[in-house]
């Protein structure tokens, strides 16, 4: 698959359980971030995103939490299913004229059925 | 739903070839991107478009790369003299102008031999 690192961090849990993947973000001026899923073989997908006025923000089955203080950020993944396994990135948006978004290194997550 | 659409899937080439990827990002957005993302690695920003000209670009985005919006709905990324170092997973994205979400095509495998 496209996603095959032998330097990407991995996550196993078993389904049905809570799942919690970390990032640090580099750049304390940006101020919009986003999570996404990335499967093998297909582009990034949107998952959840938060602005710097905010600390968390929830969707369905997931959670944002932005700590700027350190400049972390985590997605949580409530009831994690097998279809849930992808490389998950964050990133951050950075503003010069429209905007560019940086990505993270990614990790992947890896669902025991 | 919308969606950005990627043309080829799969691009095999020699060294020094040119190759032209293409793009058609959703119809009623502004800013249109490229991406890359080498195997294993993560997503690169390459550069970003509005108005009919380029708004930033990356130290990737040398002298070899260029694009182009030849009519209203392609958008395009040619590499003049392609390098072994090219070959990536190469996304486009569209952003409408209003959100901060930017869109993700399904991407071009290049594969330079």
């Known amino acids: 698959g496209e996603n095959v690192g032998l330097h990407l961090p991995t996550l196993s849990v078993q389904e049905g359980d809570n799942s919690i993947i970390n990032c640090a973000y580099s750049n304390s001026a940006s101020d919009y971030f986003i999570w996404y899923k990335q499967e093998s073989g297909k582009g990034p997908q949107f998952i959840i995103d938060i602005r710097s006025n905010m600390d968390k923000r929830q969707g369905q089955r997931v959670t944002v939490l932005l700590n700027k203080t350190v400049k972390h950020l985590s997605l949580q993944i409530a009831a994690t299913q097998p279809g849930d396994s992808a490389v998950y990135f964050c990133?951050?948006?950075?503003?010069?004229?429209?905007?560019?978004?940086?990505f993270g290194a990614g990790t992947r997550l890896f669902v025991k059925a | 739903e919308p969606e950005v659409t990627q043309t080829p899937s799969h691009q095999v080439t020699q060294m020094g070839q040119e190759v032209i990827l293409r793009c058609v990002p959703i119809?009623?957005?502004?800013?249109f991107y490229w991406y890359r993302q080498i195997l294993g690695q993560k997503v690169e920003f390459l550069v970003s478009?509005?108005?009919?000209?380029?708004?930033?670009k990356s130290e990737i985005f040398d002298d070899q790369f260029s694009v182009e919006r030849p009519d209203g709905s392609n958008f395009t990324l040619k590499i003049r003299s392609t390098k072994l170092e090219d070959s990536a997973m190469y996304f486009c994205?569209?952003?409408?102008?209003?959100?901060?979400?930017?869109?993700f095509g399904p991407g071009t495998r290049l594969t330079v031999l």
């Open positions: 994205a569209s952003y409408p102008g209003v959100t901060d979400t930017q869109y």
């Open positions: 119809s009623n957005h502004l800013y």
């Open positions: 990133a951050e948006n950075q503003r010069t004229g429209g905007f560019k978004t940086i």
């Open positions: 478009f509005y108005n009919n000209e380029i708004s930033e």
